[in-house]
């Protein structure tokens, strides 16, 4: 080290020059927090979605509720407020397209077939014209939970963003979106902004805003805790330059390697802030302990011998502290989660700035420092306060041993029952507070709405048409209907399906009320049938009808409407198969001019009843089961057409045929669920779960595929989307979990190990870090502090940290054991010289942690608490626990000079 630092001035500008080249680099780094970075680019859930994004489109999307506290969403004020709400959003460059209650598309049937319309045509102007908008958007599921609420008073609106847009442009369109939509808050109206994209982008705004503020408070808070250490202004400075210079060449290399920022990487700086100052305390300590035992002046030539002597005798401790510091935060490249192997490739990189700049930078500025100022004066500003009580500690537990491993066995027993207790859980949304915007406006959605979580799947054939078939649609139907029936959390599920389901009722309409609803019709614009029987009809005594003659029989009318159905849409290969082809039966629908006894209105909703696949239906559910059993506009038809009979089909094919010919007459575009028009092989279903926990999104990913053995072999079910990414990212911090810790302890052994040349030691130096860990996982256990992103970090941190006690502490008893035999004697000078060192650095990393509290996400927040926790413990078990097995055991490998 003599000959090196004989070229301080060579090393201060070299390290300037380097830092300086960093600093230059960072306006470069990138904030991206979605959830597709996490995941590496190899696993087949991540492949999976970016193949739907290629086939069905990106499903970046903005979700915005808005409340109207007087009135209905369907009254004229409030749809007007909607309408140009849609209008202004529509205007937005990076908007593709806006659906709300005013715009969305709605399938109504005709005496000329088909007809696709917007839901409101026209604004309504008065109560009448309200309540036909209202109930044409009533008539059609799709709309459920998504336009609407159960209580009429909320509706959303769902903007989807243009594809290929990059970060800055999500954000640009997102505060685009939020000043439009904050025009429209008022007394009346309350708008909540949702969605993956608002997330992003708004955890992207809060990290800033942690970084701003978080990092002044830890530089203060070290400041602080360092003067009060070291009584010296020099030691500050020079120690805060260290950990500035490693932070900043850790984030300067990433935004160099184009690495994008996430919220875990925004940990690095106050890491390194908090961890990079141990190297310099300890250097600094050392130094000035030698310093101390001068008295009156020292000369230049004195200080430079004192600086080597304390980098000659500190060099290897803090080399081997580095290195398995660096070990700890480096065995999380082994992560799986590509922010957690981003956070320790870089904070491993940082933690080897810092030790560079404390062994070589600081010792070279001490040098250049002592040749300005010439002859100093020694100045002893020990603390014998501190000495003291730190003996008066060491005699205190050196007289009761027994005692303490009693403790220590009692405090790792009860953090044991706690392990069972800890889950395992990541949702984005609630990482914010649950004061934020964002997380009171997913909170709005979820329990008004069918939810913000999206879950994809995929269903896939192997021929061109295969999404035609009727068995294939039925049993998408099926899983749809099983998935929201099943699970609370399933708040939504939506396919092609509710299309084909809808154009084959409205293509069915019975006669009379086609008639009715095209005599109504104004240029094409078909306005649904409202009128209803009253109730007072279904009284009237009519004894000469029976409950059957509700579907009357016509056969004069039904083979005509077979023929003209035939003719339209059951093409087949060859005249013989389309003349042989049976005859259709037209159900009608209710009679307009009949009246029914009370025995028949009880038969007929007993008839609806047995159509119920549960016992227990809410007044809407029994209209629907009577609207079906009365096929009321034609609602015994909204079903996939599969039954050959009912639809006069000769075969299946000709049931596929018919589904064509649907998607050929529907005008709307379906591209974001089918990927053809005509002839699909593939379709997609979207599932939106009210619930953003993984631990719901596990239970019905699970139950999908369960449910995909009731398709034929040929077909293939794919689920995906950010609820499916997200589960991936939680299944991966357990693996990721593991390995670190295991890689990390394994890393340790073997440094200490070979160290001290003996097995041994390495099984002495991991003892305390295991004894910090234990307790970290059973109070995140008994406080329910979930295993998430931010906390499956603690361990691999608590081991690059608190290993540094260990070998500082083993390093410094066996300097004075080979000195001294007597142990106590040996214990008390360690404490009093390293041990002096270990509480202060942990004490400086604890309060530099627990500025996280003051993050604005709680895996932060988390972070920071048990990182404290587990500085406080590894560095007492390295003070106490080790110490004892020490003299108890009393292991060759303390005693032996090497």
């Known amino acids: 080290m003599r000959k090196i630092l004989k070229h301080n001035k060579l090393i201060v500008i070299i390290i300037s020059l380097i830092t300086v080249f960093f600093i230059f680099q960072l306006p470069k780094i990138e904030i991206n927090n979605d959830i597709q970075v996490f995941l590496p680019d190899d696993l087949p859930t991540k492949i999976s979605n970016n193949r739907l994004d290629e086939i069905f489109g990106e499903s970046d999307s903005i979700v915005t509720a808005v409340k109207f506290k007087t009135g209905e969403i369907f009254s004229p004020p409030n749809l007007e407020t909607l309408s140009k709400l849609s209008s202004e959003l529509e205007n937005i460059p990076s908007i593709d397209e806006v659906t709300s209650l005013t715009n969305a598309d709605y399938i109504e049937g005709s005496s000329e077939g088909m007809i696709v319309e917007e839901l409101v045509e026209e604004l309504p102007t008065n109560k009448e014209e309200s309540r036909k908008i209202k109930s044409k958007t009533l008539n059609w599921d799709l709309y459920e939970n998504n336009l609407y609420s159960d209580d009429f008073k909320s509706t959303q609106i769902v903007i989807s963003l243009n594809d290929g847009l990059n970060n800055e442009e999500k954000e640009k369109a997102y505060y685009q979106i939020k000043k439009v939509t904050d025009s429209y808050q008022n007394n009346n109206t309350e708008i909540y902004i949702a969605g993956a994209t608002a997330v992003d982008v708004l955890m992207g705004h809060s990290m800033l805003e942690d970084i701003k503020y978080l990092i002044p408070f830890i530089i203060g808070v070290l400041i602080l805790i360092l003067y009060l250490f070291f009584k010296r202004s020099l030691a500050v400075v020079l120690i805060l330059m260290t950990v500035l210079v490693s932070s900043i060449w850790a984030i300067g290399l990433m935004a160099f390697l184009g690495i994008n920022l996430t919220l875990v990487?925004?940990?690095?700086?106050?890491?390194?802030?908090?961890?990079?100052?141990?190297?310099?305390?300890?250097?600094?300590?050392?130094?000035?302990?030698?310093?101390?035992?001068?008295?009156?002046?020292?000369?230049?030539?004195?200080?430079?011998?004192?600086?080597?002597?304390?980098?000659?005798?500190?060099?290897?401790?803090?080399?081997?502290?580095?290195?398995?510091?660096?070990?700890?935060?480096?065995?999380?490249?082994?992560?799986?989660?590509?922010?957690?192997?981003?956070?320790?490739?870089?904070?491993?990189?940082?933690?080897?700035?810092?030790?560079?700049?404390?062994?070589?930078?600081?010792?070279?500025?001490?040098?250049?420092?002592?040749?300005?100022?010439?002859?100093?004066?020694?100045?002893?500003?020990?603390?014998?306060?501190?000495?003291?009580?730190?003996?008066?500690?060491?005699?205190?537990?050196?007289?009761?041993?027994?005692?303490?491993?009693?403790?220590?066995?009692?405090?790792?027993?009860g953090s044991f029952l706690g392990f069972e207790d800890i889950i395992v859980d990541t949702p984005l949304i609630e990482m914010f507070k649950e004061d934020t915007e964002i997380r009171q406006a997913d909170d709005f959605i979820n329990d008004n709405f069918a939810g913000t979580n999206i879950m994809r799947v995929m269903v896939e054939g192997e021929e061109m048409g295969d999404l035609n078939h009727p068995d294939i649609l039925t049993q998408m139907d099926g899983l749809q209907q099983h998935l929201v029936s099943h699970f609370d959390e399933v708040g939504k599920a939506s396919s092609i399906t509710d299309y084909i389901k809808r154009m084959n009722q409205v293509m069915n309409y019975p006669e009379a009320e086609t008639t009715k609803t095209s005599t109504n019709s104004e240029e094409n614009a078909v306005k649904t049938n409202e009128s209803l029987e009253t109730s007072s009809s279904f009284y009237e005594d009519d004894s000469e009808e029976s409950a059957s003659s509700f579907y009357k029989e016509d056969t004069q009318k039904t083979n005509k409407n077979s023929e003209a159905n035939s003719s339209s849409f059951y093409q087949t290969e060859n005249k013989k198969s389309t003349n042989s082809q049976p005859k259709r039966e037209v159900l009608e629908g209710p009679a307009r001019e009949k009246n029914i006894s009370e025995y028949e209105f009880i038969q007929l909703l007993n008839a609806a009843l047995t159509r119920a696949e549960k016992k227990n239906i809410n007044a809407g559910e029994l209209v629907n089961l009577l609207a079906e059993e009365m096929n009321y506009q034609a609602a015994a038809y909204y079903e996939i057409p599969t039954d050959l009979d009912k639809y006069g089909a000769a075969s299946k094919q000709n049931l596929q045929n018919l589904i064509s010919q649907y998607l050929l007459?529907?005008?709307?575009?379906?591209?974001?669920?089918?990927?053809?028009?005509?002839?699909?092989?593939?379709?997609?279903?979207?599932?939106?779960?009210?619930?953003?926990?993984?631990?719901?999104?596990?239970?019905?990913?699970?139950?999908?595929?369960?449910?995909?053995?009731?398709?034929?072999?040929?077909?293939?079910?794919?689920?995906?989307?950010?609820?499916?990414?997200?589960?991936?990212?939680?299944?991966?911090?357990?693996?990721?979990?593991?390995?670190?810790?295991?890689?990390?302890?394994?890393?340790?052994?073997?440094?200490?190990?070979?160290?001290?040349?003996?097995?041994?030691?390495?099984?002495?130096?991991?003892?305390?870090?295991?004894?910090?860990?234990?307790?970290?996982?059973?109070?995140?256990?008994?406080?329910?502090?979930?295993?998430?992103?931010?906390?499956?970090?603690?361990?691999?941190?608590?081991?690059?940290?608190?290993?540094?006690?260990?070998?500082?502490?083993?390093?410094?008893?066996?300097?004075?054991?080979?000195?001294?035999?007597?142990?106590?004697?040996?214990?008390?000078?360690?404490?009093?010289?390293?041990?002096?060192?270990?509480?202060?650095?942990?004490?400086?990393?604890?309060?530099?942690?627990?500025?996280?509290?003051?993050?604005?996400?709680?895996?932060?927040?988390?972070?920071?608490?048990?990182?404290?926790?587990?500085?406080?413990?590894?560095?007492?078990?390295?003070?106490?626990?080790?110490?004892?097995?020490?003299?108890?055991?009393?292991?060759?490998?303390?005693?032996k000079e090497y």
């Open 665 to 895: 007459l529907y005008s709307g575009s379906v591209d974001d669920l089918i990927n053809d028009q005509l002839e699909p092989d593939k379709a997609q279903m979207l599932l939106q779960l009210n619930n953003p926990s993984n631990l719901a999104a596990q239970k019905v990913r699970k139950e999908i595929y369960d449910y995909s053995d009731n398709f034929p072999e040929d077909y293939k079910l794919t689920v995906s989307g950010d609820a499916a990414m997200a589960l991936e990212a939680n299944n991966l911090i357990v693996s990721s979990q593991t390995r670190s810790i295991i890689i990390s302890f394994i890393i340790v052994f073997l440094i200490v190990a070979i160290s001290f040349r003996s097995v041994i030691a390495g099984l002495y130096g991991i003892i305390p870090l295991a004894f910090s860990l234990i307790i970290n996982f059973g109070l995140m256990g008994h406080l329910g502090i979930k295993l998430d992103v931010g906390t499956a970090m603690v361990a691999s941190i608590a081991i690059g940290i608190g290993v540094d006690y260990t070998i500082h502490f083993l390093h410094s008893y066996h300097a004075e054991r080979i000195k001294e035999d007597d142990l106590h004697l040996v214990t008390q000078k360690t404490l009093t010289t390293t041990g002096k060192a270990i509480i202060f650095n942990a004490i400086s990393v604890a309060a530099g942690f627990l500025v996280l509290l003051f993050s604005n996400f709680y895996p932060l927040i988390y972070l920071g608490f048990l990182i404290a926790v587990t500085m406080c413990t590894s560095s007492i078990a390295s003070l106490t626990i080790l110490p004892l097995l020490l003299n108890i055991f009393k292991p060759e490998f303390i005693s």
């Open 265 to 413: 990487s925004t940990v690095i700086p106050v890491l390194l802030i908090a961890v990079g100052s141990a190297y310099g305390i300890h250097i600094l300590s050392h130094y000035y302990d030698y310093l101390n035992e001068y008295q009156g002046e020292i000369s230049v030539s004195e200080q430079k011998e004192l600086v080597i002597k304390t980098v000659d005798k500190m060099g290897k401790a803090v080399f081997l502290a580095a290195l398995t510091t660096i070990a700890g935060f480096g065995s999380l490249a082994s992560s799986q989660i590509v922010p957690i192997k981003s956070f320790g490739i870089f904070t491993a990189f940082g933690i080897a700035a810092a030790f560079i700049v404390a062994l070589f930078l600081i010792p070279s500025l001490l040098i250049i420092i002592a040749n300005i100022k010439n002859d100093v004066l020694a100045e002893n500003v020990e603390t014998a306060e501190f000495k003291s009580i730190l003996e008066k500690l060491h005699n205190f537990y050196s007289k009761r041993r027994i005692s303490m491993i009693i403790l220590a066995v009692l405090i790792l027993s």
